[in-house]
């Protein structure tokens, strides 16, 4: 009997030491701040990009949100898919919370909040949006897909919108 009791106590501790570190860990990730101006911050990543001959890549979401970490994580993990973020695009976050929900931004970027959290927005050299990204559909089991995402990187870039790509050489 005392043996089971050790056992229970001893899980009952387990879970509990588990729990803490996991809302430890949530509450030390800090990618967004909330206290961003976002507007000044995009007008100066569209400048950047023209200049440097490439897109914005905005990502909006909040440290509220897991998958926002998530992904934000795979990409920087990833070698090859960082590596195209920072050859592509001026990367920047944008922050979504209850202390900050930069509705007028979104609003100019035509509601990107309505396919929920994470999500992407690209714009070109001149601040127009191009695309906005679910990122639901970059999504595979309880993670992201590298092949998906670099699907998506690779499509929204300034080369794959370049119209002399597409013109006919007869």
Known sequence: MKSLFAV???VVFLVSTLSAQSNE???????????????????????TAKEQNKHVLL????????????????IAAN????SIVKADYVFLLVNYSKE??????????????????????V???DGKRLHTQDSGFLEKDES????????????WN???????????KK
Do not use: M
């Open 8 to 10: 229970i106590v001893s």
């Open 25 to 47: 860990d949530k509450e030390k990730i800090k990618i967004y701040n909330p206290f961003a101006d976002a507007g000044k911050d995009i007008e100066q990543a569209v400048k």
């Open 59 to 74: 990502q909006v979401g909040g440290n509220w949100c897991p998958w926002c970490i998530k992904i934000h994580k795979f």
């Open 79 to 82: 070698a090859f898919l960082d």
């Open 100 to 121: 900050n929900r930069n509705y007028d931004i979104l609003k100019k970027l035509e509601y990107p909040q309505r396919f929920g959290f994470p999500v992407f927005v």
């Open 123 to 125: 714009l070109d050299g």
């Open 144 to 155: 992201y897909d590298l092949k998906k995402i670099k699907t998506f990187l690779l499509t």
């Open 158 to 168: 300034k080369e794959a919108l370049n119209p002399e790509k597409y013109e006919d």
